[in-house]
T-cell receptor, first 115, second 112 residues
Framework: AQKITQTQPGMFVQEKEAVTLDCTYD???????LFWYKQPSSGEMIFLIY??????QNATEGRYSLNFQKARKSANLVISASQLGDSAMYFC????????????FGKGITLSVRP | NAGVTQTPKFQVLKTGQSMTLQCAQD?????MSWYRQDPGMGLRLIHY???????DQGEVPNGYNVSRSTTEDFPLRLLSAAPSQTSVYFC???????????FGNGTRLTVT
């Protein structure tokens, strides 16, 4: 079974600064994918970034990057140059590789960006 | 592109009533799933389907039924609503490989 841990309390960051949101995971599967989603106050779930367990480089998507440390089983999301619109709940999720595999979510972290 | 469409957006039920949450996707995704989101609990998988005619249970399936008669539709049925089923429900779909889940906008259900 997979487990995703997001233990940070509500996070605060000043506008234009960078912030790291922590995620650790536990799995016995040799191959898996890690995902981050954003949920603004309007409620929709927005996919941000993906990292495969065998990818050699850390994933990046615009201002988002994933600091993947496989040995430590961590997949932290780094948001650079924070914007007010980044204020939201952020979920880390993991799925073993395979067509029928299920996505397991962490409990989420709330990020507030201060002007 | 409509993506994943959920209806209704809001619903209030009395204990014991039944209802169906509708979910449709127009992306020809084989995989579809239902999650519920509760404060402090993240998203928990209720049921999922890997193709038409195939469904399976997730983490919290009790009190819910699903069917998948077509690739496009994946309705979630509450058989006899209970206050513990008060939640926000998300339907999601994806194609194969490493593709991310695409979510509908959610249904906020209150059971009184």
């Amino acid at each position: 079974a997979q487990k995703i841990t997001q233990t940070q309390p509500g996070m605060f960051v000043q506008e234009k600064e960078a912030v790291t949101l922590d995620c650790t995971y536990d799995t016995s599967d040799p191959s898996y994918g890690l995902f981050w989603y954003k949920q603004p106050s309007s409620g929709e779930m927005i996919f941000l970034i993906y990292q495969g367990s065998y990818d050699q480089q850390n994933a990046t998507e615009g201002r988002y990057s994933l600091n993947f440390q496989k040995a430590r089983k961590s997949a932290n999301l780094v948001i650079s140059a924070s914007q007010l619109g980044d204020s939201a709940m952020y979920f880390c999720a993991m799925r073993p590789t395979g067509a029928n595999s299920k996505l397991t979510f962490g409990k989420g972290i709330t990020l507030s960006v201060r002007p | 592109n409509a993506g994943v469409t959920q209806t209704p957006k809001f619903q209030v039920l009395k204990t014991g009533q039944s209802m169906t949450l509708q979910c449709a996707q127009d992306m020809n995704h084989e995989y579809m799933s239902w999650y519920r989101q509760d404060p402090g609990m993240g998203l928990r998988l209720i049921h999922y389907s890997v193709g038409a005619g195939i469904t399976d249970q997730g983490e919290v399936p009790n009190g819910y039924n699903v069917s998948r008669s077509t690739t496009e539709d994946f309705p979630l049925r509450l058989l006899s609503a209970a206050p513990s089923q008060t939640s926000v429900y998300f339907c999601a779909s994806r194609k194969g490989g490493d593709s991310p889940l695409h979510f509908g906008n959610g249904t906020r259900l209150t059971v009184t």
